[in-house]
């Protein structure tokens, strides 16, 4: 069974700093990767889609990288503002299981002013 | 753009009670999921569907029942509501392939 584990839980740092989130699976035959953000209150929003043959993608101030070997994603976000402020999920789909997403439960992010 | 539209948002009901959550969505996607996000435990897939008239078990099914007789529409139901099924629900839609999958904003349930 596909498990997936997100360190650290929550974090909170200042605003303009650098910080990486990390993802970790226990079944490296995955389809793909994405991460998502959740806001209180709110659904899902779909921040990046790393598909199981590429190492990373990048958006704006975001960069997530995958390392399917070691069953290990990163999610960097570049000088952090407020508006960050959220949780940020990963959930992997593995290969042959059509729209079946696995989720890790998250890292509460904060950035201070 | 409507996306992927859940309703009701909010919804208490009595211990024994049953009712449909509905989802649509308007992106003409294959591939449509029903989760529930429980403190500390992530989101856990329900029930799936890979097409009108497909549907299949996820990792939480029991007391709950799908269908999808179009494309676009695919609600779930509760038998009889216990209060272990307090939890919020999303529906998420996704087209064949590596796309990625789009969520609605959730239904938040109670049982009481």
């Known amino acids: 069974k596909q498990e997936v584990t997100q360190i650290p839980a929550a974090l909170s740092v200042p605003e303009g700093e650098n910080l990486v989130l990390n993802c970790s699976f226990t079944?490296?035959?995955?389809?793909?990767l994405q991460w998502f953000r959740q806001d209180p209150g709110k659904g899902l929003t779909s921040l990046l889609l790393?598909?199981?043959?590429?190492r990373e993608q990048t958006s704006g101030r975001l960069n997530a990288s995958l390392d399917k070997s070691s069953g290990r994603s990163t999610l960097y976000i570049a000088a952090s503002q407020p508006g960050d402020s959220a949780t940020y999920l990963c959930?992997?789909?593995?290969?042959?299981?059509?729209?079946?997403?696995?989720f890790g439960t998250g890292t509460r992010l904060q950035v201070t002013l | 753009n409507a996306g992927v539209t859940q309703t009701p948002k909010f919804q208490v009901l009595k211990t024994g009670q049953s009712m449909t959550l509905q989802c649509a969505q308007d992106?003409?996607?294959?591939?449509m999921s029903w989760y529930r996000q429980d403190p500390g435990m992530g989101l856990r897939l329900i029930h799936y569907?890979?097409?009108?008239?497909?549907?299949d078990q996820g990792e939480v099914p029991n007391g709950y029942n799908v269908s999808r007789s179009t494309t676009e529409d695919f609600p779930l139901r509760l038998l009889s509501a216990a209060p272990s099924q307090t939890s919020v629900y999303f529906c998420?839609?996704?087209?064949?392939?590596?796309?990625?999958?789009?969520f609605g904003d959730g239904t938040r349930l109670s049982i009481l």
């Open positions: 569907s890979v097409g009108a008239g497909i549907t």
């Open positions: 079944d490296s035959a995955i389809y793909n």
């Open positions: 790393i598909q199981s043959s590429q």
């Open positions: 992106m003409n996607h294959e591939y």
């Open positions: 998420a839609s996704s087209s064949r392939g590596v796309q990625p999958q789009h």
């Open positions: 959930a992997v789909r593995l290969s042959g299981t059509a729209s079946k997403l696995t």
